[in-house]
């Protein structure tokens, strides 16, 4: 098993930035495909990024294209995701996730990863 741990969520202006980190534990980080997907009040859970074992791969959800980035360092076992250009529609609960792969492929539904983080709020005032 791998046990994720997120921080850096918090509360931001309109136009902000925020890093979140996802600390691994417990087993090789980079046999993991990782992600981030948020819930906000009221809505359904969504699919924000995705990166690949290696961190050669990554995906965005449209609403976040442009503005955020996926990343990871594997000799820290430690994934992120920048947030700039924060809006208030940003405003969730993230969760980091991993999935156990043999492959360099992303991944972009819940269902495919088998490990989450407690999650982190973000909060972005207007």
């Known amino acids: 098993q791998v046990q994720l741990v997120e921080s850096g969520g918090g509360l931001v202006q309109a136009g902000g930035s925020l890093r979140l980190s996802c600390a691994a534990s417990?087993?090789?980080?980079?046999?993991?495909?990782m992600g981030w997907f948020r819930q906000a009040p009221g809505k359904e859970r969504e699919f924000v990024a995705a990166?690949?074992?290696?961190?050669?791969?990554?995906d965005y959800a449209d609403s976040v294209k442009g503005r955020f980035t996926i990343s990871r360092d594997n000799t820290k076992n430690t994934g992120y995701l920048q947030m700039n250009s924060l809006k208030s529609e940003d405003t969730a609960v993230y969760y980091c996730?991993?999935?156990?792969?043999?492959?360099?492929?992303?991944?972009?539904?819940?269902?495919?990863?088998?490990?989450w983080g407690q999650g982190t709020q973000v909060t972005v005032s207007s």
């Open positions: 990166i690949s074992r290696s961190g050669h791969y990554a």
């Open positions: 996730v991993a999935a156990l792969t043999f492959s360099g492929s992303v991944y972009y539904q819940a269902t495919d990863y088998e490990y």
């Open positions: 417990g087993r090789t980080f980079s046999n993991y495909a």
